[in-house]
């Protein structure tokens, strides 16, 4: 029998997906289910002055009418530690507690009806009289209230060598402005909440990255016990960092159910979606580089300033990255929040990374121009021996190997340097590239593995799949460490009752959950060859355990491949299920820096007269470690890339600078690529293996593609006109302006 990993195995989910067997959280048949719509507010900043609900309690079906007047107060007892998806500084929003608007499409009722229909339309006619205060709705008036986090750590100040001085010196200098702007979260599923409470018993059917952080609030916030929530997530379409934390959603399904003593579902529309569920935050950044004139950096400077709300700080690591792409001996990153009346940012697909790339590697192509020198040259000449940043080695890094293997694929040697240069018919062509990295995460998690009479193997977790094949890749996991063919693997996952997980989030789960599913099928393995030696009807009874194996859906002896019983035959046996449990977490204190690393290869062409931009190919290289699964870690890769087409050309979520309001809270006005806007993706990953992340030496794929393509696209476009635009989207009307 073939090793299951490192093959291209379908998704076991999948034919339960395309037949719509798979069970999303507003799609769970409860009986007597009532459904919640929440009323928004219009301003951004401000105090409920009146609220009018007497004709939605009145209108037909309707069973209650919720707002700040009425609500159950809930204890929202703290937490001991601050779940890693929430800001370590502020208070989170309670939704319905007080009369206070801090943000744009806050919630201010609900209103709880017998039909959706009812709710909606008793839900339009719910009055609110507001007391507009002024809000901090502009992010240029709100710049020079800017200031460094207080939760210090990564986003903190960071400086190495003498960069103001090596700046000044330098023979060669880049300095520029750059803007990533607000972009919001889209999944195909928007959020729900399903609400059930049986006394004091609660279960969330959930759309959440995290079960257990949803059943931790949840508690906390009813003040029940941890084991009286339980949350169910088997499946979700789409997350993108969207569903990492607890919103206010949540809490309102469940107090509205537990004030109308049944089921309540309340399933955010698409406009909802811009009010309370985080967002990429708006961040501006300013890039200096200085460089010898044979293209070796002697200085960096990166400094970002990015939106929060009023009430939280929310930070990301923006600047993580500059830190540590280059070997650069002189460098200094500033990371400062920018309070304003939204709600609380969150992360959104290469978090932080996928920002600050954009800025350093659209320098780097400036950087080169004024050096008269090829981009990916400047690049591989810069290549650093260590992570400077930590003083540590790195567990592995593959950053030149990724650029020269996408470079020859994509043949960029046919690329002139000077922009304008190369067309193809009146099409102006352009050829940009751009490198990407984010860090190896891993995290606490456990898995268990149990072998049922009839030879099945069930692996459980708590742990979620939001798309990137966790189910399939646990599956091939544990079928190679049991010894069985992967068609007799299931696997359960998303119910907080399972054994632990941390979130499905930064890329980290798979190098987080895959050990502990490991050693649980390593463990269950041994149990099967101990019950091949000591069961009384087994043909190896009393034989040496060493020199049996597991393998081929049977234990045999390793040296007479002849002699063997089947795992179906030894279970029947015992009559009784065998089962193992293991955790896995990383060990203290961190010997090597731990990240991927990639690069991508942008053509493109530009419309001279009317500056229409056209992606024609996209070609990347990656280094993940080793690839589990092929197949799905290519999906991973082209939804990444098509991320950051949306990031390069089309997203931006536009506000009223007056007033604060989302202009474009909706899929007709906010642009995301379409199937006309997609071209030609060749995705690559090296052939490596990384033994620093864990046994399996692969690290996570879903954050990677991403980073670095705004940036590629950037640098093609100017390739191709002359003309460089530094704030995204790069739009008809910015190359006209320009």
């Known amino acids: 029998m073939s090793p299951a990993i490192g093959q291209p195995i379908r998704r076991i989910e999948g034919r339960a997906k395309v037949l719509g067997k798979a069970r999303y959280a507003a799609e769970y048949p409860i009986r007597n289910l009532a459904h919640a719509v929440p009323v928004l507010s219009t301003v951004p900043r401000g105090r409920i002055s009146a609220i009018d609900t007497a004709a939605a309690v009145a209108s037909p079906g309707v069973l209650t009418v919720l707002t700040h007047l009425n609500a159950p107060r809930l204890p929202y007892r703290q937490p001991k530690e601050v779940p890693a998806t929430n800001p370590k500084v502020g208070d989170p929003l309670r939704p319905l507690r007080d009369d206070v608007i801090r943000f744009d499409r806050q919630y201010v009722a609900v209103v709880v009806a017998d039909t959706l229909e009812h709710a909606e339309a008793a839900a339009a006619l719910v009055k609110v009289t507001y007391e507009p205060l002024t809000g901090v709705t502009s992010f240029d008036r709100a710049l020079p209230n800017a200031q460094l986090p207080r939760e210090g750590g990564r986003t903190g100040p960071y400086r190495r060598g003498t960069p103001d001085a090596a700046f000044a010196a330098a023979p060669v ?392 019983v089947t795992h179906a035959e030894l279970l029947k046996s015992l009559r009784r299920p065998l089962e193992a449990h293991a955790t896995s977490a990383p060990s203290g204190k961190p010997t090597h820096s731990i990240h991927s690393f990639g690069a991508h290869f942008v053509e493109l062409t530009v419309d001279p007269d009317v500056y229409e931009i056209r992606i024609r190919r996209i070609v990347s290289s990656f280094g993940v470690g080793a690839v589990i699964n092929p197949r799905t870690a290519h999906s991973q890769a082209v939804g990444g890339i098509i991320g950051g087409v949306g990031m390069g050309l089309l997203e931006e979520t536009r506000s009223d600078p007056r007033r604060g309001r989302i202009m474009n809270a909706n899929f007709s006005e906010y642009l995301i690529p379409v199937h006309a806007d997609i071209p030609v993706f060749e995705a690559e990953y090296l052939k490596e293996f990384d033994p620093i992340i864990g046994p399996l030496g692969g690290k996570g794929v879903g954050e990677l593609p991403i980073v670095g393509v705004a940036a590629a696209i950037s640098n093609a476009v100017y390739h191709a006109t002359g003309k460089r635009i530094r704030d995204l989207p790069i739009t008809i009307d910015k190359l006209l302006a320009d």
């Open 173 to 564: 200098k880049v300095d520029q402005r750059y803007v990533v702007p607000t972009e919001h979260h889209n999944p195909m599923e928007p959020h729900a909440t399903v609400a059930v409470w049986n006394g004091s018993q609660l279960t969330l059917y959930d759309k959440s990255q995290w079960v257990q952080n949803i059943q931790q609030h949840a508690a906390l916030a009813f003040g029940i016990p941890y084991g009286n929530v339980r949350v169910l997530s088997p499946f979700m379409g789409g997350g993108f960092g969207s569903a990492l934390r607890a919103w206010p959603h949540i809490d309102v399904a469940a107090m509205a159910a537990r004030v109308v003593k049944r089921p309540v579902k309340l399933s955010l529309s698409r406009e909802a979606m811009y009010g309370s569920v985080g967002f990429r935050p708006l961040t501006r950044m300013r890039v200096r580089l200085g460089a010898t004139p044979d293209g070796r950096l002697t200085s960096v400077m990166h400094e970002a300033w990015a939106q929060t709300s009023t009430y939280e700080e929310f930070t990301e690591n923006t600047l993580g990255a500059t830190r540590l792409m280059y070997n650069v001996p002189n460098l200094a990153t500033t990371y400062r929040i920018v309070p304003m009346n939204v709600s609380t940012p969150t992360y959104m697909r290469g978090p932080g990374e996928v920002t600050g790339m954009f800025a350093l590697e659209t320098a780097m192509d400036e950087l080169a121009v004024a050096l008269k020198m090829d981009p990916v040259q400047l690049r591989i000449l810069n290549e650093p021996p260590k992570d400077l940043s930590v003083n540590l080695p790195w567990s592995l890094r593959t950053y030149v190997d990724a650029l020269r293997d996408g470079a020859k694929r994509f043949d960029w040697a046919r690329r002139t340097p000077e922009p304008g240069s190369m067309r193809d018919g009146g099409l102006l062509v352009g050829l940009g590239v751009a490198g990407s990295t984010y860090p190896g995460n891993r995290n606490p998690a456990s898995a268990r593995v149990r072998m049922d009479p009839d030879g099945t193997v069930t692996v459980q977790s708590a742990g979620t799949d939001i798309g990137p094949g966790t189910y399939t890749s646990m599956a091939q996991v544990a079928a190679d460490a049991v010894g069985v063919d992967v068609s007799r693997v299931r696997v359960e996952l998303g119910d907080s009752r399972l054994p632990y997980s941390n979130a499905q989030g930064g890329s980290a789960l798979f190098a987080s959950l895959s050990p502990a599913v490991r050693q649980a099928g390593l463990e269950l393995a041994r149990a099967l060859v101990m019950a091949a030696v000591s069961d009384a009807r087994s043909p190896l009874r009393g034989l040496n355990p060493d020199t049996l194996i597991s393998a081929g859906d049977r234990v045999g002896v390793k040296a007479d491949p002849t002699k063997f």
